[in-house]
């Protein structure tokens, strides 16, 4: 909903028939909503029983709406947005209800590049800075980086079966 270049009912629609398309394929879902949880929500919960998870990517929003996808067993993928002092912070409250096998890291490329990091190109977000992603979680976490590594490539590996 956030830029509405099709209707929100257009927008439900589809969102529906992809939903739909995911419980005959049996792949997992990759989903980003912006200013949709309440019509959203509803629409994955109700095909949740059928499709083979997700990961709700971009995460940005709050505690409740974190709550209803855990409790429908959907990955998190967190970006550089946790790192904007801006916008991001209010993550670093939420991060550690995110249980350790449901977490993911997303570079969003070629948008929300880590903050205050010593990235060497400016102009676009890329994988490399994943590191700077994954390093701040461990020190919001007080948890080891490389343990934390470790945990989200062996949730990436079993969420895209690889």
């Known amino acids: 909903y956030n830029r509405n270049f099709s209707s929100k009912?257009?927008?439900?629609?589809?969102?529906?028939?992809?939903?739909?398309l995911a419980t005959q394929i049996k792949l997992p879902?990759?989903?980003?909503?912006?200013?949709?949880?309440?019509?959203?929500?509803p629409l994955l919960n109700k095909y949740r029983h059928n499709i083979a998870g997700g990961?709700?990517?971009c995460f940005t929003a709050n505690k409740r709406a974190l709550d209803a996808y855990l409790?429908?067993?959907?990955?998190?993928g967190i970006t550089g947005w946790i790192t904007d002092p801006n916008r991001?912070?209010?993550?670093?409250?939420?991060?550690?209800?995110?249980p350790s096998d449901k977490l993911m890291i997303e570079t969003d490329s070629p948008y929300l590049m880590p903050?205050?990091?010593?990235?060497?190109n400016k102009r676009y977000n890329e994988p490399s800075n994943l590191i700077y992603v994954l390093d701040a979680i461990a020190s919001i976490l007080q948890?080891?980086?490389?343990i934390l590594a470790e945990e989200i490539y062996n949730n990436s590996c079993?969420?895209?079966n690889i």
């Open 115 to 120: 903050f205050d990091y010593p990235i060497k």
């Open 143 to 146: 948890k080891d980086k490389n």
């Open 29 to 41: 879902l990759f989903l980003h909503q912006r200013d949709a949880h309440s019509d959203f929500f």
């Open 158 to 160: 079993r969420f895209f």
């Open 88 to 98: 991001g912070y209010h993550l670093h409250d939420l991060i550690s209800y995110v």
């Open 71 to 76: 409790d429908i067993d959907m990955h998190i």
């Open 9 to 20: 009912k257009a927008q439900l629609k589809i969102f529906e028939q992809h939903l739909e």
């Open 55 to 57: 990961v709700i990517h």
